[in-house]
Structures are given as C-alpha cells and as structure tokens.
C-alpha cells in the first residue's frame, strides 16, 4: 500500500471532501442554467478541489469562469438541501436520467450502463424557488458523499478550464473540464490562493527561461527539452553528486542502450500492458524490429541474468542516469513536467 493511502482515505472521509464534492455539483448547476444544452459527465473531488467535464454547445474562455462563479452564489444562497435518492432499479435510474432529454444524457446513459447489476443507484438532487418564482432544480447521478445544503458553499473559487477526452480515451470527444477549488473557511482559501501565486513565481517554465537552463523547439519537436549550457552545467553536478552517494551506498552503475529488440519488451511483458506509451516500432534491413526504450528495467534483469548467482552475492544494486522514451500524448506535454525524452537516475535492486 502506498505510504499516501491513510492521507487519501482520511480526505475522502472528511467534511472538506463532501463540500468539493457538492461544490461540483453546484458548479455544474450554474453551468446547464447558464449554457442550455451542456451535457454533464463526470465531476469528482480531487486533491486540491473539484472539477467537472462537460460536453459544452459552444466553446468557452477564462473569463466565463467569473460569470459562473456569480450564478454559483447565487444558487448558494437558496440554501438548496441536497438530498440523496435511491432508484430502486436501472429502469427507473434511467427514467430519472432522461427527465433531462435523451440528449442530455448521454454521457449519464453510459455510466448508468457501467454501473454493476444489483449495486445500488443513487443520485443527488438540489432544488428551490427563487425570490422572482423561477424553480431551480439539479439532480445527478452520484454515489456521493454530499453536505446537506448548498448555503455552507460560500468559500470557492473557480480556477481553470482544460480539454478532457470522454473516459480519458483519445479516440472519444475532447470535453471541457473546468477546475475549481473550495474551503470551509475564507482564511483556508486565501491562504491558498496566496500559495498559488508564491508557487508562480517559482514555476520552473519561468526560472528555465529566464535563467536560461533550457528551451523547447518546434523543429525539434514536442516534449523534447534541449538543455542550454548553464542547464547542462547543473544537471551534471546534480548527477555527479547523485553518482557518488549512489556508490557510497553499494550501487554499481551500468549503461545501456537507447533501443532494444521488440523480443526484450515482450520477454518483460511491456508489449502487453504498456504498447500506447511506445513510440512506433522501427526495422532494420533484416526485419528486425527494434524499440525506443521506455524504461531500464528489462535491460537491468538482463545484465543480472548474465551470469549464475549465489545468494552470497545478493543484494546486487545497479543505478543508471538512462534516457527513456514516452510516447506522451500532445495533450498530456507539460514542459519538465511531462515530456517524451526524460532522464531518469533509476536503479534496482536484487535480493533474497
């Protein structure tokens, strides 16, 4: 289990995780009333906030994120209780999802369909009417967990919109995924939204630039750093450093080489599970297929299974500064942070 797994489960257990939770829920209402014809997907709490993904009738840009938080508030302060309701079946789950318009709900019909036989169904449901008469009504498929009344939604903030493919796969329609953050309290939020601007100031996108440590070129193509001379400079003392502790430590460093044999990755099993982050394959004049590589570990067991071992010689620890390949989706590319050639101080260790 992952040294993160009591933190996350705490979050998803707290108070804090229900308000982002109904926060998306209310982000979601203000989008459909002020965008007719926006058809909802999915919209979760995450570690820092929420977001929600939804097919949009028409494009929209940053500065629409100030008029849906306005319509936010103002649907806040109905003081809507969110109340939970169970279907007693899928029929009747669906009936409630199609009040909105088969075409509305799409994307709904489809997680409906996912959802295993016999497990139970339940959506969320916000409703009131407005000092002028208007009634407001919300209700999502959802299994929850909700706060009881949208008024304790008072402290959030719209932050972002990206693209986001149907169920994260490609080949379905890009929807827009509007990212927001909300806290219990007013402090909690501006302390936030403080950090985030301190963090900005020490984006590294910024820092390599303006201290010229590297650069990105459309010739060279995406994802694909080149590392100036003060750069280069400070990867090599960081590697060097990096070497030395490593060997302090009992690890003996190998090299190897950028591509490797399509025999070696279906020997390891990554042809099977991990083909989609593979750059096309290559042959040579022999038909010879050959890959870039993606990671060390395949040729590391090799250089292990060179030679018979005894368990007098275990642990045997080998680090390598490789260069891997990631066939990365333009989408995903985020300067440093995801790129297609990274280099990686990677190491592994063999024991009884």
Known sequence: MSALAPEKQAYEQSSLYRLRHSAAHLMAQAVTELFPGAKLSIGPPVENGFYYDIDLPSPIKEEDLGKIEQRMRELSKLDMPIVRRVAKDKAEAR????QEGEEAALYKLELLD????????????QRATDKQGKEHVFIDLCRGPHIESTKAIKHFKLMSIAGAYWRGDVKNKQLTRIYGTAFETKEELE??????????????????????????SHNVGPGLALWLPKGAVLRDVLSDFMKQEQLKRG?????TPH?????????SGHIQTYKEKMFPFMEDEEKETFILKPMNCPFHIEIYQSQLRSYRDLPVRYAEFGTVYRYEQSGELFDLMRVRCLHMNDAHIYCT
């Open 259 to 267: 591509i490797a044999s399509k025999r070696l990755y279906e020997k």
């Open 251 to 255: 690890y003996l460093p190998v090299v």
């Open 95 to 98: 009936e409630i999802i199609l």
């Open 114 to 125: 996912a959802i295993p036989a016999g497990e139970e169904v339940s959506f969320y449901e």
């Open 191 to 216: 302390q936030y939204l403080f950090m985030l601007e301190e963090a900005k100031k020490r984006d590294h996108r910024v820092l390599g630039r303006e201290l010229g440590l590297f650069m990105f």
